[in-house]
Each structure stands twice: as C-alpha cells, then as structure tokens.
C-alpha cells in the first residue's frame, strides 16, 4: 500500500510538474493543511460507535484465551499437545481462570482497566441446540445453520446474524437501517456483507494518507474551467437513467462517492504527524508506527477509524457503525513452529491484532471517548480442538470472542467455556474418525449482537427487526457484558 | 460489438471490423484454435534447490524475491498478452478458470509453480473440465496452498476437500441444472463426513522431486517442496480404508492414490451440480452477473453433452462446447437487452480494455501493486481462494447478483476514473528500466486527432468503439460541451490532443462503458 501511495503522489506530481501552476492552482493543493481536528466538544451528547474487527478464516479461540485451572488446562495440553501454548507464557488475566495468548500483551491493560471481556463458545445458530438435537436433525433441518465449517458461508452467517447463508443483508447495515443512522456501517475493510442493507452498501474508505477523491474534479478544482466542464459531464453521465438495472447501482454509487468524498477526503488524509493529526491518536499508536506509518494493516484500519471518531461531528451523526478486518486465520498448516508454540502464523496475526486493538483502545481512552465506543471480534468459525498433521487446525464452529471499551463491564468471561472433550457435550462428532472439537455454540451471533446493538441504542422491537432469529432464544437475548 | 467485451480484453477498431466481417461462429471457432500467449517470464525452481549457507537472495540483488518468488513476472505477461496477443478468447477464459480454481501468491512463494499452473490454464482453456480438476489437484502449488501436499492419512488436513467440493466443481447447495436451488432453498450437497471422505481418498501425495533446502525436509518419506511437475504418489501416507464419496461413487479398500483421485474425478463429473455450477460461474465472467435460468441450462446441457453446434467432443465437461454455448447464445447475442442484464466490468478488464482501445501498450508494471490493488483486483494476489468477489455477491437496492461489486465501493468508484486520468492526463507510465524489455504503460492518442477538429463526430467514433453506439443525447451534450471547450485559440499547441484526452475520459467513464450491457 505504501507503494500504491508513493506511486500516485509522484505521478501527481510529475503531473502537474509538467502542466504548469495554473494547473496545480485550480487543483487547490494544501487542502488538507486546513483540516484541524474538531473540538471534542463538538460531538453529540449521546454519541456512540459500534466497532467490528472481523478475523477472516476463523481464529483459533483455542489458544487464543486459554484455561488455567489444572484440569481443564491438562485436558487442553492433552489434546492440543504440539499446539498448547504453555501456561506459563500466557498472559494472566486476574479474578479468571483463563490466560491470554502471549502475543495479546497489548491487552493486559485494557483488563486490568476492567474493559475487556471474552465471550466464550458464541456461533452461528438458528435457535437452542443440544448435541442430541443436532445429531437427530434431519438433513437440511432448520434448526441447524446452513453450511457449517464453510469459510464462505460461515462468515455470512456472522455477517448477516442468521442462520441462513443465502441472506443479503448484514446485520449492521440492517442496524444502519432500523435506527436510521445518518451513515451507512463505514468500512475501513472492504464490502463485506456485515455492512450491506436493503438499500446501501457499506461506506468503503481507503488508510490514511490515500486520495479519497477523483483527481481533477474535487471541488478545489472546479475553478478551471476544463475541469468544471468535465464534472458537469460527468455528473449529467451518472444522472442519466440506465437501460440496466445494474447500471443504475453503479451511477448511484458514482454519484454517492463524490459527496462522501467532498465531506472525508481531506480527514482520510491525515497520516501520523502529518497535517491535521492529533497527537492523542498518535501518541497511542507510536507503539506500532515507524516513521510516520503505521506498520501493520489492521494499525491502519483502526488509525482511520480513531480519526474518524474523533471527527465524529464531520463524519455526521450521533451513531456510527465501524468495520475492520484482518486476514490469514485460516491455519490450516504451520500455526505454530514444531517444537516452538509461541512463533508461527497463529502468533504472528494475535500479535498484529493485540497491539492494533491496545492503541485503538488507548487512543480513544485518552480522547475521553472511551465509553462511546465498543469493538468487538467476529470471525468464520473456531478451529478444531484435535489438530491435523500440519502443525495446524481445521474448520470447526463455536468460538471465543473478545470485546473491549469503556462502556464493556469487563474482567470477567461471558457464555459458557465449551467442555474440552472430544466427542463430549459440545463436540459435534459422534464416530471416532470425526472427532475433532468441533464446538456446538452455546451463545448464538443473534445474542451476542443483541448485547451490542442494545447498548448501542437499539429497542427491543428494532432488535428483533435487525436480528429475526433472537425471538428463538426467549427471554435469553442479551449478555451481560454491555 | 458485445462478443469483442465478452471474449476479449475489450474491443479494437480493428477487432470489431474483425467480428463484424467473420460473424460470431467463425470468430469463436478462429479464436478456439489460437494459440499464442504463454507465461514465460521469471526465474526458475532454484530458488526451491538452494543448500548453500545464507540466504538464496543475499547475491541475487534487489529484485530477488520479485524474479524468482513472486508473481509479478506473470503479471508483465499477463497485461502484455492481454493488451496485444490475438488469443484473446483463450486468456479469457484462462482468467475466468484461474477465479474459480484459486491460487495466491500471498501464501505461497515460487514464481515457476506459479507460470506451470497458469500455462496449464491457457493449455486448458477448451479442453476438458475433468482435465482442469485433475491438474489442480496435482499441482504442487495447489498442494503446497491447501495443505494437500504431504496431507497424511493419519490426520487428515480437509483443507483442500473442502474447497475442491465448495468452490472448485459443486459448491454446498443442490442445484438444478438450470442453476437454481433444488427447492428453492438451500439443501446440503455434503456433509462434513462426507468432506472427511474426500479428505481421506485425496490423502498420500508429496512434491514432485527436485526441491532441496540446506536443513533437510519433513516429514521424513516425503519429498521437499518443489513446483517442477505434478504431485507424485507415497503409499504410506494414502488412506486405503473403503470410503463413500458422491454420486454414488465408493473407493474400494486398498484403492492407491492415483487410482483413488480418478474416483473423486468421477464422482464430481457424475454429480448432478457441477454442469450449471461451472457454467453459470463462466456466464457470469464473459458476459453477464445474473444470467437467465433457461441460459445456465443450455450452457449446462452443452458442459454435459460436449457438445455445442459445431464444438465440443462429446465428451462430459468440454470446455470449447461450453464457452462457445456462452458466447452464441440468444442471451448473449442478442441486441435488446433486459434490465436483469449486465455486468461491472472487473478492473482487469478495465485496464487491459482501456489501453486496447486506444492503441496503448504495457509492460503490467503498474498495473499490479499500484492499480491492481487501488481497485482490489491485483492479478494473482486474490486475498484467499475464495477469489476477489464472491459469485452471489449482492446489489444493494436490487434483487441482483453482481460480482464485481464485491470490491466496488465509493473509493472504487473514484479510483476507476484516476485510472483514466492516469493514463490520460498524467500519461501513464515511462518504462522502468527494472523491468525487462520494459514498455511502459500509456496510450497512444495519435489516431483520433484527425477527428479533434469536430467535437461531435470524435465523441460519437470513441463512444462506437468504447460502447457500440453513441452516448445518451444528454449526456453527450455535456460531453461534446468539455471537449469543444478546447481551441485553437485556447491553447494552439495541445487544443486537438486536449480534446481527444476529455472526450476519451468522459466516454471510458460512463456508465455505459463501465458497465457491460
């Protein structure tokens, strides 16, 4: 991505080299010189952010948030065994029996802050399910969520809060929705499903530093006459109604890109140390920043959306729905080093997501917006408790999570811990060549999202509009860490 | 006019005078029997054979891993043979198969395991599906991507079971032949037993032998990693219990590796899904995002037959009846279209298509790291198997699929029109000298200027080009506004070529253009 940027800042450059002053006159160079930051004041009273990081490819939970009590951590080393990380390396968490992965260390002050909670075994689930009721289950049977330990179909599950992979909708763009937030979910990450409502997709914007506009045509340019004429060009082009319908999407996305752009563009921009940046956001953040960048792709996601908060007032609106993501969880092979469980892939990603999501929470801490804002993990699926013979684990189904900020009632674990037993209560697997641990969920998405729209702001009657299946779970709907 | 979008990079003056004077049978039938694209640039497997101290690098200067691990090699000849090389159906099609049959250089380093899979691709492109399946199934790369390179019976990794059945040939819902859902809803193809099967049955393949590391290689028995080849057999680590597969198809007890493979073959030919499952997939990348069910169960008759008009072999899976069943259907030929119809361009076909109707050229430099990823369609570097977009991708506000939506957003959006003033304003790219025979990427405008002087008829012939008929009278209004804006009096050196530059701009941003009708 650096490359990208280099790139387009020298040709621009070049460009307007070789065009002359006039040229880089009207393109209104320096923009973003005038973007200060806003005053927290500023901000609407009731402001608050949802943040959603979403861990492509299923995390291993397993070793993510490990058992420390003897019995169930000799049940965990037992099956695990190349795989356990050792008890001594994990990062205590007071008042728990459970210990962190080593490469979370950044978290250990949010605990001991009291501002982060996991939640264990949560999944995808249509409604109660016991090991007895899912190994009756009919094929097909709507009590079992469609496709389980499928990436593609389990991320839309999570996506969507359903049990039903063919849904359109995310169940934060169905919140966007139901509580008519001024902005669409605001995607750091891509298009992903979380955010799509009946009507809108997420709002996708580029890292810090990126041009978040159309070169020539931002409003600073429309002083040259060629320029003007081309966006008037431009603008009768995508009012134009389509022959297709697929065209009249792309013109109303065009035509939604330049008025986001005109009201972001110059607050994208802003890179650490740079013009309009806030020393708190980058304070934080110096721990993974290297001359002015920020090291890691989550760091970046999560640099924007700190600025984004900040900026709450020119973002608009006093609810606003965040998502990020990270990559490469898929650990089939090579999740640890033979004969070294603290290096290797597994390692490697939890230590780009614990200090990502340390300096995130620092930063808004030390901004005074801390309890406006949770962020939250999602993820494919938990991986299997039986590892392959590639040092790695499969696909599997429950999961724990994590949630942090101000307002997270935290140092103590949410859920039910799933029985570490292959085959046991909670394992899907009944015969012995299919017994891996893989998780029946004890808490549903649905829940688990409940806790975090209803803090957010949503009604009851607007949870059970964003999360149809919640009706199924009774008087169950909510945890407590909200 | 259409075919030159569907089956091509994007149309020419001359690719068009070209369909127009063969009709479309005769130009597919030509297209079939070309052969002229191959990847050839890159280093070779050494960089898999090295048993010196140090690193392989540390003497190989500082386009090392670019030359002998990454594909960026590929990508120079990707965009070059997609900019000039005449086999265009071919590359086509080659790229549509290398969106379903996954691989990533994020995962995986090797830049020759990388050239043998994409070449068997082009190889492949109207051959036999079965034949696709099997060469991705032994492709070491694949292997060494979805762990099923040295996969042991003993615990089986289902990695790449489970995407051979999900993404490769059934996908996890049963299917009609038309494509629609058996039942309206989705009803399991398999259950995560039957994925342990597949697993099991596709157990007992290493490396082809070759590869060398100066530590030695595990697990012991097992060959190094090396891309030189297929996966070859090792019978200790081949499940060889009785195991039930689908469509009935069993592998007996004690069946080898080899022979085992041939009956996951059979029983992904024989299944019901996998005619409209790839049908529909090659639909939706040649010409259009939600195809008819009546245009998936033709297509899929003629996977099924191997046979279409005057194509195919009769034999199941037949990848020229196939594809010409995409091209010469109604559906596909026909000039009204319906508002079901359509697709977004993907970036690729953007890039590749801009440059081809502009008489431009590239060496794929810029097109990877800097544009491919500005609109998240980086050949070669989809960010996991799953591709760059999901096939069932929804359209927010419309009751459509749309793929290429997957990665467009409102930063896309506006990347799609820097690209143009990219090439247009900014003149692209001057010829880095670290790439070899190194091109450049830029356009060359010289051809339109004898039209620069008529605002209108220069709109008009690069609107016939870009989009087969002329923009909408209102927008072409505007249109024909900016570009006369230039004049001689304005600027008497550049006015003409100032004209060509805001007329193409504003023609290769429209809608019309973007979107494939």
């Not at chain 1, 640099?303 to 608009?316: G, R």
């Not at chain 1, 930063?363 to 999602?378: I, R, Y």
């Not at chain 2, 198809?249 to 499952?277: Q, R």
């Not at chain 2, 029109?417 to 060359?444: C, M, Q, R």
């Given at each position: 991505?650096?490359?990208?940027?280099?790139?387009?800042?020298?040709?621009?450059?070049?460009?307007l080299?070789?065009?002359?002053?006039?040229?880089?006159?009207?393109?209104?160079?320096?923009?973003?010189?005038?973007?200060?930051?806003?005053?927290?004041?500023?901000?609407?009273?009731d402001?608050?952010?949802?943040?959603?990081?979403?861990?492509?490819?299923?995390?291993?939970?397993?070793?993510?948030?490990?058992?420390?009590?003897?019995?169930?951590?000799?049940?965990?080393?037992?099956?695990?065994?190349?795989?356990?990380?050792p008890?001594?390396?994990?990062?205590?968490?007071?008042?728990?029996?459970?210990?962190?992965?080593?490469?979370?260390?950044?978290?250990?002050?949010?605990?001991?802050?009291?501002?982060?909670?996991?939640?264990?075994?949560?999944?995808?689930?249509?409604?109660?399910?016991?090991?007895?009721?899912?190994?009756?289950?009919?094929?097909?049977?709507?009590?079992?969520?469609?496709s389980?330990?499928?990436?593609?179909?389990?991320?839309?599950l999570?996506?969507?809060?359903?049990?039903?992979?063919?849904?359109?909708?995310?169940?934060?763009?169905?919140?966007?929705?139901?509580?008519?937030?001024?902005?669409?979910?605001?995607?750091?990450?891509?298009?992903?499903?979380?955010?799509?409502?009946?009507?809108?997709?997420?709002?996708?914007?580029?890292?810090?530093?990126?041009?978040?506009?159309?070169?020539?045509?931002?409003?600073?340019?429309?002083?040259?006459?060629?320029n003007?004429?081309?966006?008037?060009?431009?603008?009768?082009?995508?009012?134009?109604?389509?022959?297709?319908?697929?065209?009249?999407?792309?013109?109303?996305?065009?035509?939604?890109?330049?008025?986001?752009?005109?009201?972001?563009?110059?607050?994208?921009?802003?890179?650490?140390?740079?013009?309009?940046?806030?020393?708190?956001?980058?304070?934080?953040?110096?721990?993974?920043?290297?001359?002015?960048?920020?090291?890691?792709?989550?760091?970046?996601?999560?640099?924007?959306?700190?600025?984004?908060?900040?900026?709450?007032?020119?973002?608009?609106?006093?609810?606003?729905?965040?998502?990020?993501?990270?990559?490469?969880?898929?650990?089939?092979?090579?999740q640890?080093?033979?004969?070294?469980?603290?290096?290797?892939?597994?390692?490697?990603l939890?230590?780009?997501?614990?200090?990502?999501?340390?300096?995130?929470?620092?930063?808004?801490?030390?901004?005074?917006?801390?309890?406006?804002?949770?962020?939250?993990?999602?993820?494919?699926?938990?991986?299997t408790?039986?590892?392959?013979?590639?040092?790695?684990?499969d696909?599997?189904?429950?999961?724990?999570?994590?949630?942090?900020?101000?307002?997270?009632?935290?140092?103590?674990?949410?859920?039910?811990?799933?029985?570490?037993?292959?085959?046991?209560?909670?394992?899907?697997?009944?015969?012995?060549?299919?017994?891996?641990?893989?998780?029946?969920?004890?808490?549903?998405?649905?829940?688990?999202?409940?806790?975090?729209?209803?803090?957010?702001?949503?009604?009851?009657?607007?949870?059970?509009?964003?999360?149809?299946?919640?009706?199924?779970?009774?008087?169950?709907?909510?945890?407590?860490?909200? | 006019?259409?075919?030159?979008?569907?089956?091509?990079?994007?149309?020419?003056?001359?690719?068009?005078?070209?369909?127009?004077?063969?009709?479309?049978?005769?130009?597919?039938?030509?297209?079939?029997?070309?052969?002229?694209?191959?990847?050839?640039?890159?280093?070779?497997?050494?960089?898999?054979?090295?048993?010196?101290?140090?690193?392989?690098?540390?003497?190989?200067?500082a386009?090392?891993?670019?030359?002998?691990?990454?594909?960026?090699?590929?990508?120079?000849?990707?965009?070059?043979?997609?900019?000039?090389?005449?086999?265009?159906?071919?590359?086509?099609?080659?790229?549509?198969?290398?969106?379903?049959?996954?691989?990533?250089n994020?995962?995986?380093?090797?830049?020759?395991?990388?050239?043998?899979?994409?070449?068997?691709?082009?190889?492949?492109?109207?051959?036999?599906?079965?034949?696709?399946?099997?060469?991705?199934?032994?492709?070491?790369?694949?292997?060494?991507?979805?762990?099923?390179?040295?996969?042991?019976?003993?615990?089986?990794?289902?990695?790449?079971?489970?995407?051979?059945?999900?993404?490769?040939?059934?996908?996890?819902?049963?299917?009609?032949?038309?494509?629609?859902?058996?039942?309206?809803?989705c009803?399991?193809?398999?259950?995560n037993?039957?994925?342990?099967?597949?697993a099991?049955?596709?157990?007992?393949w290493?490396?082809?032998?070759?590869?060398?590391?100066?530590y030695?290689?595990?697990?012991?028995?097992?060959?190094?990693?090396?891309?030189?080849?297929?996966?070859?057999?090792?019978?200790?680590?081949?499940?060889?219990?009785?195991?039930?597969?689908?469509a009935?198809?069993?592998?007996?007890?004690?069946?080898?590796?080899?022979?085992?493979?041939?009956?996951?073959?059979?029983?992904?030919?024989?299944?019901?899904?996998?005619?409209?499952?790839?049908?529909k997939?090659?639909?939706?990348?040649?010409?259009?995002?939600?195809?008819?069910?009546?245009?998936?169960?033709?297509?899929?008759?003629?996977?099924?037959?191997?046979?279409?008009?005057?194509?195919?072999?009769?034999?199941?899976?037949?990848?020229?009846?196939?594809?010409?069943?995409?091209?010469?259907?109604?559906?596909?030929?026909?000039?009204?279209?319906?508002?079901?119809?359509?697709?977004?361009?993907?970036?690729?076909?953007?890039?590749?298509?801009?440059?081809?109707?502009?008489?431009?050229?590239?060496?794929?430099?810029?097109?990877?790291?800097?544009?491919?990823?500005?609109?998240?369609?980086?050949?070669?570097?989809?960010?996991?198997?799953?591709?760059?977009?999901?096939?069932?991708?929804?359209?927010?506000?419309?009751?459509?699929?749309?793929?290429?939506?997957?990665?467009?957003?409102?930063?896309?959006?506006?990347?799609?029109?820097?690209?143009?003033?990219?090439?247009?304003?900014?003149?692209g790219?001057?010829?880095?000298?670290?790439?070899?025979?190194?091109?450049?990427?830029?356009?060359?405008?010289s051809?339109?200027?004898?039209?620069?002087?008529?605002?209108?008829?220069?709109?008009?012939?690069?609107?016939?080009?870009?989009?087969?008929?002329?923009?909408?009278?209102?927008?072409?209004?505007?249109?024909?506004?900016?570009?006369?804006?230039?004049?001689?009096?304005r600027?008497?050196?550049?006015?003409?070529v100032?004209?060509?530059?805001?007329?193409?701009?504003?023609?290769?941003?429209?809608?019309?253009?973007?979107?494939?009708?």
């Amino acid at each position: 991505m650096n490359t990208t940027n280099n790139f387009l800042v020298s040709n621009r450059r070049r460009w307007l080299q070789r065009s002359g002053s006039t040229l880089a006159a009207a393109l209104g160079l320096g923009s973003v010189g005038n973007l200060m930051l806003m005053p927290r004041s500023a901000r609407a009273a009731d402001y608050k952010a949802l943040v959603c990081v979403f861990l492509y490819g299923g995390n291993d939970g397993l070793n993510t948030i490990v058992p420390t009590d003897t019995a169930r951590y000799n049940q965990y080393a037992g099956v695990r065994g190349g795989l356990a990380i050792p008890k001594a390396s994990l990062v205590p968490l007071a008042g728990v029996n459970y210990g962190l992965h080593p490469s979370l260390a950044a978290l250990a002050p949010v605990w001991a802050d009291g501002k982060l909670a996991p939640v264990f075994n949560v999944g995808p689930l249509h409604q109660p399910l016991t090991k007895a009721q899912y190994r009756a289950a009919a094929a097909n049977s709507a009590s079992v969520p469609d496709s389980l330990f499928s990436h593609s179909d389990q991320q839309i599950l999570w996506e969507t809060g359903t049990a039903d992979s063919l849904t359109r909708t995310g169940w934060g763009g169905r919140a966007a929705e139901a509580l008519a937030t001024v902005n669409p979910v605001i995607s750091v990450a891509g298009t992903a499903r979380f955010g799509l409502s009946s009507l809108q997709t997420p709002l996708v914007l580029p890292g810090p530093g990126a041009t978040f506009g159309a070169h020539g045509l931002q409003p600073a340019d429309l002083t040259w006459a060629p320029n003007a004429l081309r966006k008037a060009a431009i603008d009768a082009l995508y009012a134009q109604a389509q022959d297709v319908t697929l065209g009249d999407a792309y013109t109303q996305a065009q035509r939604n890109a330049f008025t986001m752009s005109e009201r972001l563009g110059a607050l994208v921009k802003v890179t650490p140390g740079g013009a309009g940046a806030s020393a708190v956001i980058d304070a934080a953040f110096a721990p993974i920043t290297v001359a002015g960048k920020i090291t890691t792709p989550l760091g970046n996601q999560l640099y924007q959306i700190a600025k984004l908060v900040a900026n709450n007032a020119t973002v608009q609106g006093n609810k606003q729905l965040f998502f990020a993501s990270m990559g490469g969880f898929d650990t089939h092979a090579n999740q640890i080093v033979t004969g070294s469980p603290l290096e290797g892939e597994h390692a490697r990603l939890l230590k780009g997501l614990g200090d990502a999501l340390g300096a995130f929470y620092t930063a808004l801490k030390n901004l005074g917006l801390g309890d406006a804002v949770t962020t939250f993990t999602q993820s494919d699926f938990g991986r299997t408790f039986a590892t392959n013979n590639s040092t790695g684990t499969d696909h599997a189904w429950g999961n724990q999570h994590l949630v942090l900020g101000g307002a997270v009632k935290g140092g103590l674990g949410y859920g039910s811990y799933p029985e570490l037993a292959l085959g046991g209560v909670d394992d899907v697997g009944q015969d012995s060549w299919e017994l891996q641990g893989r998780w029946i969920p004890t808490t549903a998405v649905d829940q688990y999202a409940a806790t975090l729209l209803g803090w957010f702001g949503a009604s009851e009657p607007q949870l059970d509009a964003v999360l149809p299946n919640l009706v199924n779970f009774g008087t169950a709907r909510k945890l407590a860490f909200l | 006019m259409r075919l030159a979008d569907q089956g091509s990079f994007g149309p020419t003056e001359a690719l068009v005078a070209s369909i127009k004077a063969q009709g479309p049978t005769a130009w597919v039938t030509a297209q079939m029997a070309l052969k002229t694209s191959s990847y050839t640039s890159g280093q070779g497997g050494a960089v898999h054979q090295y048993t010196g101290s140090g690193e392989f690098c540390a003497d190989k200067g500082a386009n090392c891993w670019r030359d002998w691990s990454s594909t960026q090699p590929l990508v120079w000849d990707f965009y070059r043979n997609a900019v000039t090389q005449p086999d265009q159906l071919r590359q086509r099609v080659a790229f549509a198969l290398q969106q379903i049959v996954v691989v990533n250089n994020l995962e995986v380093d090797g830049t020759y395991g990388f050239r043998n899979y994409y070449n068997n691709l082009l190889d492949n492109a109207f051959g036999n599906y079965r034949q696709v399946l099997k060469k991705v199934a032994l492709s070491p790369v694949m292997g060494d991507f979805l762990n099923n390179a040295n996969n042991d019976k003993a615990a089986p990794n289902e990695n790449f079971a489970r995407e051979l059945l999900q993404l490769f040939s059934l996908g996890t819902c049963e299917l009609n032949a038309d494509g629609t859902l058996k039942g309206g809803a989705c009803s399991a193809t398999y259950s995560n037993d039957v994925v342990r099967s597949y697993a099991y049955a596709l157990t007992g393949w290493t490396y082809p032998a070759g590869g060398a590391t100066p530590y030695g290689c595990w697990p012991a028995g097992m060959n190094c990693r090396y891309y030189g080849g297929d996966m070859i057999p090792v019978a200790s680590f081949h499940d060889t219990a009785a195991r039930t597969l689908l469509a009935g198809v069993t592998v007996a007890a004690g069946t080898t590796a080899p022979a085992a493979l041939e009956k996951v073959l059979d029983s992904l030919m024989a299944h019901p899904n996998i005619a409209p499952f790839v049908s529909k997939q090659l639909i939706q990348h040649l010409v259009g995002s939600n195809p008819t069910p009546a245009y998936v169960a033709r297509v899929a008759s003629a996977f099924t037959t191997g046979k279409y008009g005057s194509f195919g072999s009769n034999q199941k899976g037949d990848l020229a009846a196939t594809v010409a069943a995409v091209l010469l259907d109604a559906e596909a030929r026909g000039d009204s279209v319906t508002r079901s119809a359509g697709k977004l361009r993907e970036p690729a076909q953007t890039f590749a298509g801009v440059l081809r109707a502009l008489n431009g050229k590239t060496d794929g430099d810029a097109l990877a790291w800097w544009w491919g990823e500005s609109l998240r369609q980086h050949v070669f570097r989809p960010p996991s198997v799953f591709n760059y977009y999901p096939p069932d991708y929804p359209v927010p506000g419309t009751a459509l699929v749309g793929p290429t939506f997957g990665i467009h957003s409102a930063n896309a959006a506006l990347e799609r029109l820097n690209y143009l003033t990219y090439l247009l304003d900014w003149g692209g790219s001057t010829p880095d000298a670290n790439v070899p025979n190194a091109l450049g990427t830029s356009v060359d405008l010289s051809a339109f200027l004898s039209d620069a002087a008529d605002a209108t008829k220069l709109v008009d012939r690069l609107s016939l080009l870009a989009l087969g008929q002329a923009l909408p009278s209102g927008p072409r209004t505007e249109v024909i506004n900016a570009v006369s804006w230039w004049t001689s009096a304005r600027d008497s050196a550049n006015w003409q070529v100032n004209r060509v530059k805001t007329a193409a701009y504003l023609v290769f941003a429209s809608p019309n253009y973007q979107v494939l009708r």
